[in-house]
């Protein structure tokens, strides 16, 4: 296993969350860059790289409330175990299914931390962040799909312009 790769995604995740999430966020909503990372970890390295991987990018997420970065951990490591036991046992050559697993992690991470943090409105909060997030973070997410796969390259967007 090499740790270099690794670190450098740590150090993305960090960059994120500290300078980036206000820069680039659309209305309140910010792409869930933490899942997005761990959930692309999970689908293309081992279990153990991909537990290793999310222990270290909840520990990082979970840093900005200390009260709740136990549950973050436990979170993002279960979602990158399930991540990769559902790539164990689909084609991942369909980019529909890489894209359900993201958006799916995305909702099930959103609904937990709303939960955790409080429950008196979630109903508004699904509907005005944890879909809207979800959204944001899949079409992040497709274009990386599209673009590891091949569908997207220079020259095809050369031949656009």
């Known amino acids: 296993m ?10 993305l995740l960090t960059f994120h969350d500290i300078i980036l999430r206000e820069l680039i966020s659309v209305y309140d909503v ?27 990018a909840g520990m990082i997420t979970g840093v900005g409330d200390m009260a709740m970065m136990p549950y973050e951990i ?31 992690a995305v909702i099930v991470h959103r609904i937990i ?10 109903f508004y909060m699904f509907v005005r962040n944890i879909i809207p997030a979800a959204i944001y973070t899949m079409l992040i997410g497709l274009i990386f799909f599209m673009i590891k796969d091949g569908r997207i390259t220079w020259q095809r967007i050369k031949a656009l312009f």
């Open 2 to 11: 090499k740790v270099i790769p690794y670190i450098i995604y740590l150090f």
């Open 30 to 56: 910010a792409i869930d860059f933490t899942i997005l990372l761990v959930v692309l970890v999970a689908l293309y390295k081992s279990e153990e790289e991909a537990v290793w991987f999310a222990f270290f």
């Open 74 to 104: 436990l979170t993002v490591v279960l979602l990158a175990i399930a991540s990769n036991q559902m790539a164990a046992r689909i084609n991942l050559e369909s980019i529909a299914s890489r894209v359900i697993i993201l958006t799916s």
């Open 113 to 122: 931390v709303t939960i955790m943090v409080s429950s008196t409105e979630f």
